[in-house]
């Protein structure tokens, strides 16, 4: 009887959770038995689908306050990375903005790198500094290590046997950053946890968001106080303080809500704004998939997903008076409901799946005697038909 797949995730930290966090989610689903590798973790903040999964932690967990000051501790993270003992597995599928595409490719097996975007910190260093409250000392330090970690980055992109980008722009960067090819498969949405409200929308607005700088919520933020329009403010992260002294009388900030109350809030909002450039972008999705549409910044994952004038509109250049304008043409549309979900659809959680699929498959046929063993032992027929029965 031929051996079951041995697979391991990898991820590069779960101590926040967001949409790579509901990317790995994912993966675990299609892969139950499969261990979740990463340097840290928190576990009290993890998201529903990860919770009770296989995780485990390298030395890093054991730094005191590391998950305070995680990310002063950016170099430690390629040598815990490296301390992953990934021997005796067949596939290594990793899920990586960051560090775990550095991930030890077993002798006989293979890796898979969902890349989520190449690592920030290397190749858009000014960007990911900006605003961060470290001191000037920290980021002229930083920079000094810019040279050795690209070359960690790109050394260990070219190990990987088979690169998946999430979006355009990210098979873009790794074509720029790397000079390798990709394949593009959009990141999943649970659609099926959202539906269309029976009720008409309410007259607000709305952001779900961790409240970190490069996301822009201060654009949103400052429209809505200046047009006089009413925003909720879901999420919660370092920028929260700046933004709370951004805000007017009309934006209210609501942290951290549970899943459910946050699905609420999307289906009775006028619109989800999506100020910053972001890699991909589910939670635009999710909104379109309760049937509202967004107001995304015209850059980036936005430019995949939005539909001008049946899921969304855009704004062009990163201002508040960009924003403002956005919303008053957000207002002489009429929008469908039925029509915005549907745009959605096309990214659902089971066609990433298949794809993911298709993408090991091809891979492991591919041939190479690291490869052998685990395309002797690669069924995905039976593995479609596994997956299907436990979703019956």
Not at 95 to 119: D, F, N, V, W
Not at 284 to 302: F, M, S, T
Not at 327 to 347: G, M, N
Request: aromatic share 8%; glycine share 6%.
């Amino acid at each position: 009887m031929m051996a079951k797949l041995k697979v391991a995730i990898v991820h590069d930290y779960l101590n926040q959770m967001g949409g790579a966090e509901r990317v790995v989610g994912v993966m675990r689903q299609m892969f139950p038995d499969a261990p979740i590798y990463t340097t840290i973790a928190d576990r009290k903040g993890l998201l529903p689908e990860l919770v009770g999964a296989d995780i485990r932690t390298t030395w890093m967990q054991r730094i005191p306050g590391v998950l305070k000051y995680h990310k002063l501790l950016f170099w430690l993270y390629p040598l815990a990375i490296r301390s992953i003992k990934l021997d005796g597995y067949d596939v290594v599928l990793s899920s990586s903005s960051a560090y775990a595409k550095g991930a030890a490719r077993p002798e006989q097996g293979l890796h898979i790198c969902y890349c989520h975007t190449p690592m920030r910190f290397a190749w858009e260093f000014d960007t990911y500094m900006e605003k961060m409250r470290v001191p000037g000392i920290v980021k002229q330090l930083s920079r000094l290590l810019l040279g050795p970690v690209k070359r960690w980055d790109m050394n260990n992109s070219a190990k990987v046997d088979h690169l998946i980008a999430n979006s355009t722009i990210v098979q873009r960067r790794i074509r720029e950053n790397y000079g390798l090819p990709s394949q593009i498969i959009f990141p999943p949405v649970n659609i099926e946890r959202f539906a269309i409200a029976e009720e008409e929308p309410e007259p607000y607005y709305l952001v779900v968001s961790r409240l970190v700088s490069y996301k822009r919520i201060d654009l949103a933020v400052e429209a809505c106080t200046k047009l006089g329009e009413r925003l909720i403010v879901i999420g919660d992260g370092p920028d929260r303080a700046r933004l709370q002294e951004l805000a007017g009388p009309t934006v209210e900030f609501a942290g951290r809500l549970p899943d459910e109350e946050v699905t609420a809030y999307m289906q009775r909002c006028q619109a989800l704004f999506f100020p910053g450039k972001e890699d991909f972008g589910i939670t635009p999705l999710e909104a379109n998939a309760c049937g509202r549409p967004v107001i995304a910044y015209k850059d980036g994952g936005a430019l995949d997903t939005i539909q001008e004038g049946k899921n969304g509109v855009y704004f062009p250049v990163q201002t508040v008076r960009a924003v403002m304008d956005a919303v008053e043409d957000f207002k002489q549309i009429t929008w469908d409901s039925k029509v915005v979900r549907d745009c959605a659809l096309q990214f659902s959680e089971q066609h990433f799946m298949d794809a993911i699929h298709e993408s090991i498959a091809a891979a492991m046929s591919s041939g190479g005697t690291a490869k052998e063993t685990a395309r002797r032992r690669w069924k995905p027929r039976e593995e479609h038909a596994v997956r299907e029965g436990a979703a019956r």
